[in-house]
């Protein structure tokens, strides 16, 4: 849905405790929450029309923010 956050704690609920003790427990999972999130709050604000870019750039973010999100959840699955 456009305009939506996608936020891990708000898309995976059930989550909620296994990403808070990564956050604290693993470094590179940490990083990658960080990178993760600011990618998306960067996408949110281009869809919002707070930022304007290009279309390629916007989506080239959505995919990053895809392929992060990919990780993060294989991690959040394996601990």
Do not use: C, W
């Not at 870019?53 to 895809?66: N, P």
């Amino acid at each position: 849905m456009l305009n939506e956050k996608h936020d891990l704690i708000h898309e995976l609920p059930e989550y909620r405790e296994t990403i808070h003790n990564l956050k604290i427990s693993d470094n590179h999972f940490s990083r990658l929450f960080d990178e993760y999130h600011e990618i998306d709050h960067e996408v949110h604000r281009i869809e919002t029309g707070i930022e304007t870019t290009s279309d390629e750039y916007l989506e080239s973010k959505k995919k990053q923010r895809l392929h992060l999100k990919d990780e993060l959840l294989q991690m959040i699955k394996n601990a």
